[in-house]
C-alpha cells in the first residue's frame, strides 16, 4: 500500500507538468533517455522547464575488471543540454526518484549539487539499495 500511496501524486505532479505545457501551441515535449549503463535515467524537457527521472546508474563490470560509473556522463549530458537552454538558468525544475534501488539513485548527489532542482518527489519506502542517495 505505500508504494500506491506515493505512485499516484507522481502520476498527478506529472500529469500537471504536462498539461501545462499543452497551452504553448508551437512548442514541443521532448523527452531524453541518458545511456546511464544499469538503470534508468530519462530527461524530459518542456518549454519552459525540465524533469529528470531517476539519476541511474550503478557501478558494474564492463569487460572483465573495469568499472564503469555513470554519473560523469549523466552530468555531461546534463551539462550540455542545459548548454543548449540558457533559459533553463542550468536547474531542473523536478527530480522524480522512482524508488530507492541503486541504479535509479546513483548520481542524486551529484544531480543535486550540481543542477539545484526545484523540487524533489520520491517515494517513503526506507528499504533499497540506494536509500541513501535518495535521502
Not at 533517455?33 to 550503478?58: H, K, N, R, W, Y
Not at 544531480?111 to 532542482?117: A, E, I, T
Amino acid at each position: 500500500m505505500p508504494l500506491k500511496r506515493t505512485v499516484i501524486p507522481m502520476l498527478f505532479l506529472t500529469s500537471l507538468l504536462l498539461s501545462a505545457t499543452t497551452a504553448i501551441a508551437d512548442d514541443v515535449m521532448k523527452v531524453h533517455f541518458i545511456d546511464v549503463g544499469q538503470g534508468d535515467a530519462t530527461l524530459v524537457e518542456f518549454p519552459c522547464g525540465s524533469m529528470l527521472i531517476d539519476t541511474g546508474g550503478e557501478k558494474w563490470p564492463d569487460k572483465g575488471t573495469a568499472r564503469y560509473d555513470s554519473t560523469p556522463g549523466l552530468v555531461d549530458y546534463l551539462t550540455r543540454f542545459f548548454d543548449s537552454r540558457p533559459d533553463l538558468e542550468g536547474r531542473l525544475d523536478l527530480l522524480l526518484l522512482t524508488h530507492p534501488h541503486l541504479d535509479h539513485t546513483r548520481g542524486v548527489p551529484a544531480v543535486v549539487s550540481q543542477f539545484l532542482p526545484r523540487n524533489v518527489v520520491y517515494t517513503n519506502l526506507d528499504r533499497g539499495s540506494g536509500i541513501s542517495e535518495q535521502r
